[in-house]
């Protein structure tokens, strides 16, 4: 079969889905899609025309939830909880901040004792001033000291 346009051969699988034109003589929209969100697990996706779904998709106030939050928000000052983390400027866990936090436990655990120790090597790893790896070596370090 041929374009009724341009008189080029059509595709057989183009006549099949009923076309009477080639892809360059088209003239219709290219398709695009949106995602309709109903639920963490129930969504869906919406096909429209290319310039709809552009239009839906460039909206800047469109609700988002869940993990479409945390992986597509394109807005993003979007804060539902309103939190923030402080975290150190410098590398975490760096072998500085590691040996001054070693050396205030030590001073800690002979003026204050285990509990404020404890809680001060917590805090420090909290705030991100030391790794995980180092708490747990901290903590080991002060348990061996203070087993016997």
């Known amino acids: 079969m041929e374009c009724n346009k341009c008189g080029s051969v059509l595709s057989p699988k183009r006549t099949s889905l009923g076309y009477l034109e080639c892809v360059g003589c088209s003239t219709v929209e290219v398709y695009g899609c949106v995602n309709i969100i109903n639920h963490k697990t129930g969504n ?3 096909a429209l025309s290319k ?3 552009q239009a839906i998709n460039k909206a ?3 609700k988002r939830f869940g993990t479409v939050l945390q992986g597509g928000s394109k807005n993003d000052s979007y804060n539902p909880k309103h ?3 402080k975290v150190s400027t410098s590398q975490v ?3 500085a901040m ?6 205030n436990m030590m001073l800690f655990l002979e003026t204050k004792g285990i509990n404020s120790t404890t809680a001060y090597v917590n805090k420090q790893f909290t705030n991100g001033i030391i790794s995980q790896r180092q708490l747990f070596t901290l903590v080991n370090l002060m348990n061996a000291l203070t087993a016997g």
Not at 98 to 103: M, T
């Open 44 to 46: 869906t996706v919406q």
């Open 51 to 53: 310039s709809q779904a």
């Open 60 to 62: 800047g106030d469109r």
């Open 83 to 85: 939190t923030f983390y």
């Open 93 to 95: 866990g760096s072998e």
């Open 98 to 103: 590691f040996e001054q936090v070693g050396q």
